[in-house]
């Protein structure tokens, strides 16, 4: 289940009409023999950009193309650490120019939201199923990181030196997702009187959960920092999964049952999963 962010533009496609249609000649090649005027000569393809300054930022933007797709299409990879842009096969250099030109302040706004995520060592707080918390030490050089309230603002004491931070901080995440996946998943999966396999949790880039065939299901353990219905809503997702191996009617109608606020979670993890991916441990 991927969630980057990504724009689409059809605007180019009058352009390449254009820039298709036959032209005339100027003359014919024996016109061009007896009189000894040059042909034409078409100017060199403008090169294509391989990376886009954003906020300061220089990102690296790949770009690939389609024969079938009929528009540009940009994402920003989870983390927004890359770009990626996807056109339809021999598009003009100065077509991908305009488009990027076009939507750079979307491209500003997206990032901006992205580079607010930091880390908890520069920060001093993270967030914890939806809930910030501010990052207290303990003094301390061995223990696990514990929640608690503290002059009623929510905290996680943490004990370890201040280079260890991050890793203290990712290893409860990870022990906060095991604890309610597994949870969600055991209901979920009783609801619908289906058998899972294993429970894996991994820190990927490109995608929140995933279910094979076998019935083996797999997390980013960064869900740990969405709301308690997003958290809900991927474990029901992959879980429907061992019904419907696939996306169509069906599947997001089991989803539903599941989860009741499947459209909400889903518009909250476009709108914020990049930032959870961009939270550098």
């Known amino acids: 289940m ?39 000569t078409r100017k060199p393809a403008a090169p294509r950009p391989v990376a886009v300054t954003v906020n300061g930022r220089e990102l690296p933007l790949s770009i690939r193309e389609n024969a079938r797709a009929t528009r540009l299409t940009l994402r920003i990879e989870p983390g927004g650490q890359a770009l990626r842009l996807t056109i339809p096969k021999g598009l003009p250099g100065r077509e991908i120019d305009a488009f990027l030109t076009r939507h750079h302040g979307w491209l500003m706004t997206r990032l901006a939201r992205v580079e607010e995520s930091g880390s908890p060592a520069d920060t001093g707080k993270i967030t ?46 990870k022990r906060v997702a095991k604890t309610e996946m597994e949870r969600l998943v055991r209901h979920h999966a009783a609801t619908l009187g289906k058998p899972f396999g ?43 999964h061992l019904k419907e191996m696939n996306h169509g009617p069906d599947f ?28 550098s441990f």
């Open 252 to 279: 997001w109608a089991t989803c539903k049952a599941l989860c009741p606020r499947t459209k909400e979670a889903k518009r909250w993890l476009k709108q914020n999963g990049s930032r959870l991916f961009a939270v």
């Open 198 to 240: 294993s429970i894996s949790y991994k820190d990927t880039k490109s995608r929140w959960g995933s279910c094979t065939s076998e019935g083996n299901l797999s997390f980013s353990w960064r869900i740990a920092m969405a709301p308690d219905f997003v958290i809900d809503y991927l474990a029901a997702h992959e879980v429907a």
């Open 128 to 173: 914890i199923r939806g809930v910030e918390h501010r990052i207290q030490m303990t003094g301390k050089l061995r223990g696990l990181a514990e929640q608690t309230e503290l002059d009623g603002m929510p905290t996680l004491l943490v004990s370890c030196l201040p280079e260890h931070v991050g890793r203290r901080v990712s290893d409860h995440l």
């Open 2 to 40: 991927r969630r980057p962010f990504c724009c689409e533009d059809r605007r180019f496609r009058r352009n390449r009409r254009q820039e298709n249609s036959p032209a005339a000649p100027f003359e014919s090649d024996r016109q061009t023999r007896m009189f000894g005027i040059p042909r034409s």
